[in-house]
């Protein structure tokens, strides 16, 4: 899609307050995100914040994400806006075990897995049903956008913290790249 580069611009601004507010409010605030704006979206959609390694990096790396619960796990869809490619942190998922994600004020290691077959049919049409843009995304390009399952594993009690840099947590040793 020729456009989405400025797409992408116009809503990254956007994007890093949300994940502030999240993170600085501990979840209190940024939880609920207003997706109406987007024909069929919702005021209250929900999101968490995934923290993922940077497989180029090795930076810690924060992003907030729309959701849905999916039994006892989470969801998430890797869509970008529908563009060619996958989003970066789509890629830093698939290269570890496991990731980190904060759903309110609660933080939890997950396993995940890329929803596949019928599963993935059934889940995706979840998702569509909850956020309707889904579908536009997934016209505007030829790969089938994928659906990640994140099934969490542990609670943890540390606080995801933001770098310098929005995005960044400081915390790792390992933000060189």
């Known amino acids: 899609m020729s456009d989405m580069s400025e797409f992408l611009t116009e809503v990254s601004a956007g994007i890093k307050e949300h994940l502030r507010l999240y993170i600085e409010t501990d979840g209190r605030e940024g939880y609920y995100k207003d997706m109406s704006h987007h ?25 907030p994400l729309l959701y849905n619960h999916w039994k006892d796990e989470f969801v998430i869809v890797a869509s970008k806006g529908g563009g060619d490619e996958n ?12 990731v ?10 997950c396993a995940w897995r ?4 019928a599963e993935r ?11 309707p843009p889904y579908r536009t995304y997934q016209a505007r ?19 995801f913290v933001l ?6 947590d400081v915390r790792t040793d390992k933000q060189k790249s």
């Open 141 to 159: 390009t030829k790969r089938e956008i994928p659906v990640l399952v994140l099934t969490p594993v542990e609670e943890l009690q540390e606080k």
């Open 121 to 131: 049919a059934r889940i995706w049409s979840f998702m569509v049903d909850y956020y």
């Open 100 to 109: 980190d994600v904060q759903v309110k004020n609660r933080r939890y290691r």
């Open 163 to 168: 770098g310098s840099a929005l995005g960044v």
């Open 39 to 63: 024909p069929g979206g919702d005021p209250k959609s929900i999101t968490l914040v995934l923290r993922t390694i940077g497989r180029k990096t090795g930076r810690t790396l924060l992003a």
């Open 87 to 98: 989003p970066g942190w789509f890629y830093n998922v698939t290269a570890a075990d496991m």
């Open 114 to 117: 890329i929803a596949t077959g």
